[in-house]
């Protein structure tokens, strides 16, 4: 959308702590030779690894380099980098990171997400900033099981300045999505936001009530949900991999929110997710306040994570 570009000294300031484990952990281990052999990939091995990049993904980066290096793309340590960089920055076509966006009414956002995740913060700085650049927002706390989590939505909505849809605690989490719907079409907003309950992935309960209400909103308004954005705590590294798979499987996630990044000194579970999912980062959250979301951008956030 474009809505939300950062630039890359932004972003070298929140991701100060990836940036600085990734840059450090690679630069002690090419400073010490010039020279490409079995020991030092190990030893990138390792170090790929520990950036959370995981072991499937890191497998890959290795064995192209070494193929890189018998095909003399590269000589040299000095090398090593910019060629992970540019390998990096192609596993993400331009067309798979933009926001979905309906052709007429609503385009509606379903938000998953375990608890403690950063969902509600999440959607405050997605709706803010939508609103802020002129677009009518609606936010649903579908997330009725938690009386608090619709009280933090409510305070957030208020706080930003956009209207919300609710019921009581307890109430049928689907039937709020209905509502939501209908005065989303109502009331001519440009965007709706669905907040969901976000108990343990483990449940299968959980999952059966995510679909309920995907499927209320898809019967409702006809190619909906556009968009299902599956909120990850950065921090939690390889589990989220696993989060991401198992909430998948229930509501076809279409692209990943990754929260807390400022947070981790681990940004490689950024590139983990999209070559072991093949699900979009779209956005990442890099505060705690509502402008401090980004849309991902691999070109920017590579060259922010390896200055």
Not at 159 to 165: L, M, P
Request: charged fraction near 25%; aromatic fraction near 6%.
């Amino acid at each position: 959308m474009g809505i939300f570009t950062k630039t890359t000294d932004y972003l070298k300031d929140r991701l100060g702590k990836t940036r600085h484990k990734i840059s450090s952990s690679l630069s002690s281990v090419l400073s010490l030779r010039r020279d490409i052999d079995e020991a030092l990939l190990d030893e990138l091995e390792e170090t790929l690894i520990s950036d959370d990049i995981g072991v499937e993904t890191t497998d890959k980066f290795i064995s192209d380099l070494r193929n890189a290096f018998r095909e003399r793309i590269i000589a040299t340590t000095d090398d090593i980098i910019p060629f992970l960089k540019e390998h990096i920055k192609n596993y993400w076509p331009h067309r798979d990171r933009q926001l979905h966006l309906a052709q007429t009414g609503p385009t509606i956002i379903l938000i998953a997400g375990v608890n403690g995740s950063g969902k509600t913060t999440s959607i405050a700085k997605l709706a803010s900033l939508l609103n802020q650049n002129g677009k009518k927002v609606i936010v649903a706390a579908c997330d009725t099981f938690r009386a608090a989590a619709v009280e933090q939505l409510s305070i957030w909505a208020q706080r930003i300045g956009v209207q919300i849809i609710k019921h009581k605690s307890g109430a049928d989490p689907a039937a709020v999505a209905f509502d939501a719907c209908e005065a989303a079409v109502a009331r001519n907003a440009d965007f709706l936001i669905l907040d969901t309950a976000g108990r343990l992935h483990t449940k299968k309960d959980l999952m059966r009530e995510l679909t309920k209400i995907r499927d209320v909103v898809a019967q409702k308004i006809p190619g909906t949900p556009n968009e299902v954005l599956l909120v990850l705590d950065a921090t939690t590294g390889q589990n989220a991999i696993a989060q991401a798979k198992l909430f998948t499987e229930a509501i076809d996630v279409t692209g990943i929110f990754l929260a807390k990044l400022d947070g981790t000194a681990r940004g490689g579970i950024v590139v983990a997710i999209k070559d072991q999912l093949d699900i979009p980062v779209k956005f990442v959250g890099l505060g705690e306040k509502p402008e401090d979301i980004a849309e991902f951008n691999p070109e920017t956030f590579v060259e922010a994570l390896f200055s």
